[in-house]
């Protein structure tokens, strides 16, 4: 069954490091683009970034540009992603799924930026 689960996340000060990663299960992960999103408390879903199926093709939200990374071993069924220079505004839930978003949404990774 298709699945995609989300890790990682966890409390860090503001200009902090955090490796998000992303198991994928139940489907060819080498056939799929796989962005990571987040929803902040009180906003709506937003795209971070997203690889494409080889790993190319990668593009930013502009928010997180230069200390985002994104990455993906389709050999172990693995996506990540490195953040660092954290800010508070990153604070949110930290999600994966193919790109463009399929319908099922996993639980998610809270990461959360404070001192």
């Known amino acids: 069954q298709y699945r995609l689960e989300e890790s990682g996340g966890g409390l860090v000060q503001p200009g902090g490091s955090l490796r998000l990663s992303c198991a994928a299960s139940g489907f060819t992960l080498d056939y799929y683009a796989i962005g990571w999103f987040r929803q902040a408390p009180g906003k709506e879903r937003e795209g971070v970034s997203c690889?494409?199926?080889?790993?190319?093709?990668?593009n930013y939200a502009d928010s997180v540009k230069g200390r985002f990374t994104i990455s993906r071993d389709n050999a172990k069924k693995m996506v990540y992603l490195q953040m660092n220079n954290l800010k508070p505004e990153d604070t949110a839930i930290y999600y994966c799924?193919?790109?463009?978003?399929?319908?099922?949404w996993g639980q998610g990774t809270q990461v959360t930026v404070s001192s």
């Open positions: 690889i494409g199926s080889s790993g190319g093709d990668i």
């Open positions: 799924n193919t790109y463009p978003p399929g319908a099922r």
